[in-house]
């Protein structure tokens, strides 16, 4: 049987980043910015490891009363992620523009018991709504592709969404009077070679600066059969990685095949959602085979922080 998102499941530290945890002082709360690696290098003292749990009491009534707010609730994986933190039990909000082509979901997601929101995307409105909803938690899983964006006339579609969006959504988080965790569905390979690499890395550095708590998801070629876009190149892409990566499996290179592979949208949310509530991804990269669940329970614990987690890494 799986610990809870935020047990430390027999977390026996073999490494200088962690060989001061305290269990009992973390069991069931996060950290505040700074990071369990900050936290437990103070002479292993419990008092220093303040509970991000202390303030979600007041907020919520309940220190694992979550309140998550999903940016992009309608892409691929946002679509995923809201039911899944309602499987969670989390208080979900999921954001729609209403001109989306995709607004028909609205009942979809009213259906599992999430709030939907129309909120527009500009600076005060969006300030304004989410200093009413105090998330615990907000969830960037926005992106566009180059037809959708030249159908709705952006120039540059990365610049507008990918960081434009991560831009607005951080500024208004920076203003409210709790700071929410960011968690922002990022790609492998964020801040490389070409203008949608170049894009994602300039969010999560967005996101780095902005002060507040954070969990940067990268992400492999996200792909699967339940994918409703026309997208050839990926799927040609999927088509050769996944018996590529099987065949690394079986010789041995089991992680190189678990960071490689192709990811679906259900554990894509699988892992956005234990990654985004668990306390020792707090400020920290998680890479694709951390995403999934093999890469975290079978190993029982996350990789141990290191250059990746600093920027431009």
């Known amino acids: 049987m799986e610990a809870p998102l935020d047990e430390p499941r027999r977390l026996a530290p073999r490494n200088r980043h962690t060989k001061s945890y305290d269990p009992r002082a973390m069991h069931g709360s996060e950290l505040t910015r700074g990071s369990a690696v900050a936290a437990t290098n103070a002479a292993g003292n419990a008092a220093s490891i303040t509970p991000l749990a202390d303030h979600l009491r ?5 220190e694992r009363s979550y309140r998550a707010f999903v940016l992009g609730a309608t892409g691929y994986v946002g679509r995923a992620l809201v039911p899944e933190l309602r499987r969670l039990g989390h208080s979900t909000v999921a954001h729609m523009r209403a001109e989306s082509p995709r607004a028909g979901l609205a009942p979809e997601f009213r259906a599992v018991g999430a709030e939907v929101d129309m909120t527009a995307l500009e600076p005060d409105a969006l300030r304004s709504r989410l200093s009413t909803l105090a998330p615990t ?4 899983c926005h992106g566009t592709t180059s037809r959708r964006a030249k159908s709705e006339g952006l120039a540059d579609p990365y610049e507008a969404i990918d960081v434009g969006l991560t831009r607005l959504v951080v500024d208004a988080a920076r203003a409210l009077p709790e700071p929410p965790r960011i968690v922002l569905l990022s790609s492998m390979g964020a801040g490389g070679r070409g203008a949608y690499l170049a894009a994602r890395g300039r969010a999560e550095a967005l996101v780095r600066a902005s002060g507040l708590p954070f969990t940067l998801c990268r992400a492999p070629l996200l792909s699967g059969p339940d ?11 999927a088509a050769f990685l996944r018996p590529a990566t099987a065949i690394a499996a079986k010789l041995g290179l089991a992680r190189v095949a678990s960071r490689y592979s192709p990811m679906d949208a259900r554990e894509a949310a699988d892992g956005l959602a234990r990654s985004g509530f668990h306390y020792m991804t707090i400020d920290r990269v998680v890479l694709a085979d951390e995403l999934r669940r093999i890469g975290v329970y079978e190993r029982e614990r996350w990789g141990p922080r290191s250059t990746r987690d600093e920027g431009r890494h």
């Open 58 to 62: 007041g907020r919520h009534g309940s």
């Open 137 to 140: 938690h907000i969830f960037l």
């Open 227 to 237: 994918r409703d876009e026309s997208r050839p190149l990926e799927r040609a892409a």
